[in-house]
């Protein structure tokens, strides 16, 4: 018996459906012996320029076929994926790829003066890799991508020590302080808790036959093929990624959008050209948006073939949800909460038959709320702990082992990734989130947690979005403020008054202040430190 690794799972779903596809963009299209063929060659070019075992590969890419497979030929030569936030400037891009020690990057053209300007800094990177996107020539210092995926290979590439279930898969986060660490996982962890939350899941054990490929998936393909399903968020961030990762395990096909911006129009028409069952987003800042443009024009796209609309990484509102399924009677609006560092902690599932509660979600078996004096929180108790999961969790943060004993503690005897939220535990077993301790409010003593106030103003009709920060007081050290994104005028007093009806009077802000938009990032994350400023400034 052995454990997982992507490229054998992959490698034998190719050889049972190598005609069906596996990677869909625009007009483009990989099937999965395309898949397989093109992720043998670009594995065995990073290893003819010199990369080794467990060598890093920063992938500094917008979303397309090119980054699923450079995760393929890195999981086939034993090499490690490194997302980057393309979203950096220079100064944290340095910082990352040399905490990486990256040895190779894979680059979007429009990234290639960026990538020039960096170069001196990083010396330890010897391979540049150019993606065409008609942005300009490529580099007389890199390589054209589908050079390097037309390299000669006669076998199924692997490096020369082999594969292991031990092989890093690096996921940067940036967090809300500090500069980005890397989540280490291991790859047996992170396919079987991918994994997990499939109807029929892969034994805990692999079971390779003599020709290297796994019966068990094989079978479980033959009898049901995967989903289409769309990425609506980037690939660079963990709701992406690891959604694909499922999506692609199950033997599906992942199609990525050509807008580098959400456009709804072109979200709404691939899903009904490509018959989508999936789609994974990020919160209301993309499901608000898909709302307003089916209101606005109900008749205009067929959504039916859709199933499944997956959110993490930020809270989902129940009026946007429910809203949504007024345009498809049989959407399941799923919410996952979890993060880089701990997949699966629980979710909550909304469908026309029934709601759940926004923030609420169902803990998994394997999860729980811990006290900062390391007590589990009893079910109704009132005590406030910080979220937690046990089982399959990242090995700890690279080259951080302070971080990584602060995030993965162990409580009697367990293993547990704490990667932060704040929450409480219901009578019925679920979970209520409070928010990041980080970002927690203390106003005489009292503690405010901004998501609950940030969801409370959301309800509000007007209210698009909003952000609950902490601005400074004389008397009281802290008191709460409100940014909130609307289209027309609100009254402060009428917004104060809204989350009094609904939250403790000293969990409503002293100050409300209106702005067009929070501009949020692609995956949903919002600036803090602006924003808080911002408040300040406005007092």
């Not at 391979?127 to 580099?139: E, I, M």
């Not at 898969?169 to 996982?185: D, S």
């Not at 691939?270 to 008749?299: C, Y």
């Not at 998501?451 to 709460?480: C, M, N, S, W, Y």
Request: proline share 4%; aromatic share 8%; charged share 25%.
């Amino acid at each position: 018996m052995n454990d997982w690794d992507f490229a054998t799972a992959w490698e034998s779903i190719a050889s049972i459906q190598p005609d069906e596809l596996a990677l869909t963009h625009g007009d483009y299209e990989v099937t999965w012996e395309q898949f397989e063929r093109r992720a043998n060659s670009l594995a065995q070019f990073l290893l003819n320029e010199g990369c080794g075992q467990q060598a890093s590969v920063a992938f500094y890419l917008y979303n397309g076929p090119e980054y699923l497979e450079t995760f393929f030929a890195c999981a086939k030569a034993s090499l490690v994926h490194v997302n980057t936030n393309y979203r950096y400037g220079v100064e944290e891009l340095a910082y990352l790829w040399d905490n990486a020690d990256a040895e190779a990057v894979v680059f979007h053209g429009e990234f290639a003066d960026t990538v020039d300007a960096l170069r001196s800094r990083v010396p330890a990177i010897h391979t540049y890799l150019w993606v065409d996107d008609g942005s300009g020539a490529c580099p007389e210092w890199a390589t054209p991508y589908e050079i390097a995926v037309a390299t000669a290979t006669t076998n199924t590439t692997k490096g020369p020590h082999g594969r292991s279930g031990d092989d890093l898969v690096l996921l940067y986060t940036g967090g809300t302080t500090g500069m980005p660490k890397g989540v280490m996982w291991r790859q047996d962890d992170l396919l079987m808790v991918t994994d997990a939350k499939n109807k029929v899941t892969l034994p805990v054990d692999a079971d390779f036959d003599a020709d290297g490929q796994s019966p068990a998936v094989i079978q479980r393909v033959r009898e049901r093929r995967g989903p289409a399903s769309i990425p609506a968020c980037p690939l660079m961030h963990g709701t992406g990624l690891f959604n694909a990762f499922t999506t692609l395990t199950l033997g599906g096909s992942i199609t990525t959008l050509t807008s580098r911006k959400l456009d709804i129009a072109e979200l709404f028409q691939t899903i009904e050209h490509r018959q989508i069952k999936s789609a994974f987003i990020v919160g209301d800042a993309f499901a608000r948006p898909m709302l307003d443009a089916l209101n606005a024009e109900p008749t205009r796209w067929d959504i039916s073939s859709l199933r499944v609309l997956i959110s993490s990484g930020v809270m989902w509102s129940a009026d946007t949800k429910a809203g949504l399924m007024e345009h498809n009677d049989r959407l399941l609006c799923v919410d996952t909460y979890g993060s880089s560092e701990a997949i699966g902690i629980g979710s909550s599932v909304s469908s026309k038959e029934g709601a759940s509660k926004t923030a609420s979600f169902s803990l998994s078996k394997k999860s729980a709320v811990i006290t900062e004096d390391g007590r589990i929180v009893e079910p109704g108790s009132g005590d406030i702990g910080r979220v937690g999961v046990a089982g399959r969790v990242p090995l700890g943060y690279f080259k951080d082992p302070d971080k990584t004993a602060a995030t993965f503690p162990t409580i009697d005897g367990v293993r547990y990734s704490v990667p932060g939220d704040f929450a409480t535990v219901e009578a019925d077993g679920s979970i209520v989130l409070l928010g990041r301790g980080s970002v927690c409010i203390n106003t005489g003593g009292e503690k405010v947690f901004p998501e609950e106030v940030e969801e409370a103003l959301k309800e509000h009709p007007l209210v698009e979005d909003a952000i609950v920060v902490g601005v400074t007081d004389a008397r009281f050290g802290q008191r709460v403020a409100a940014v909130v994104a609307t289209s027309d005028s609100v009254e402060e007093a009428t917004m104060i008054a809204h989350v009094k009806e609904r939250l403790a009077a000293y969990k409503a802000p002293r100050h409300v202040f209106s702005v067009d938009s929070l501009e949020r990032a692609a995956n949903g994350k919002i600036d803090y430190k602006r924003w808080t400023a911002y408040a300040e400034d406005q007092q």
